[in-house]
């Protein structure tokens, strides 16, 4: 394909280090098999670093972070209103990097995408539909937008770790 080998070894790195491939000495790049502990450990990840992001919003300038979480929840809610999973579980996704990067913690942000990345994978991979529990991320996701507005932490913090653990 025209390309040398050392842009390959850094993509396979790069693929690696996200948890996406599994180097093997003298076998080569392998994609490692799915485990329920996998899933398990990335979306308790997910949970605490967004918990986190979510506490400094709200203790913030969360006025700031409202325009873009009002553009993903209407991306969300026309999704669910279409009855399109994948737009509405990209969406949702988007929502929820949208409070990571507002509350302005770089090392949380790029950690938090990463495992999205593998968030996507599982989803592809396991051919996960959301149609069926697509109300229900909806709404949790406006309950959610709604604590957010009204600056109820504790409201928030409980509905962002609830639908993690959902």
Do not use: C
């Not at 979510?54 to 700031?64: E, Q, Y």
């Amino acid at each position: 394909l025209g390309f040398s080998r050392a842009p390959v070894r850094d993509a396979l790195r790069l693929l690696e280090r996200d948890g996406l491939v599994a180097l093997v000495p003298n076998r080569g790049a392998i994609v490692p098999e799915l485990r329920a502990l996998d899933i398990l450990e990335v979306y308790a990840l997910r949970a605490s670093l967004g918990t986190l992001a979510l506490h400094k919003v709200m203790l913030g300038d969360a006025a700031r972070a409202i325009g873009p979480l009002e553009r993903e929840l209407t991306r969300l809610v026309r999704a669910g209103e279409r009855r399109r999973a994948r737009d509405a579980a990209d969406a949702d996704l988007a929502y929820q990097q949208s409070i990571v990067a507002a509350a302005g913690l770089p090392r949380v942000s790029t950690a938090f995408e990463r495992l999205t990345w593998q968030v996507r994978m599982f989803l592809g991979a396991l051919d996960i539909d959301v149609l069926d529990n697509l109300e229900r991320v909806v709404a949790e996701v406006q309950a959610l937008h709604e604590a957010i507005v009204e600056r109820d932490v504790p409201a928030a913090e409980r509905l962002w770790r609830e639908k993690f653990e959902r």
